[in-house]
């Protein structure tokens, strides 16, 4: 399951020391719902793909830490908003 991150974290790393990128970049983690019943446990679920992501960055990646600014939330399937954990 990390396979898919570290791929990514990978392409970005060289783009960014290649110098295509000179900022830093967001980590997006988003779980849909579509049911207002099921809208807890998908911000339980982003929150721990989230922090998955994380430490196999930390963990493979040391130097791409710094890199990511986590951005975790929901998409609600009727209307397709994101809204952000913890707001």
Request: net charge negative; proline share 5%.
């Amino acid at each position: 399951m990390t396979k898919p991150i570290l791929t990514a974290a990978q392409i970005i790393r060289e783009n960014w020391q290649e110098g295509r990128i000179e900022q830093g970049g967001v980590l997006l983690v988003s779980t849909p719902y579509r049911f207002a019943e099921d809208r807890k446990g998908a911000m339980v679920q982003s929150k721990g793909l989230a922090a998955l992501a994380l430490s196999t960055i930390t963990e493979q990646m040391p130097d791409m830490v710094d890199f990511f600014t986590p951005l975790v939330g929901v998409v609600d399937m009727e209307t397709r908003q994101f809204e952000q954990n913890g707001h």
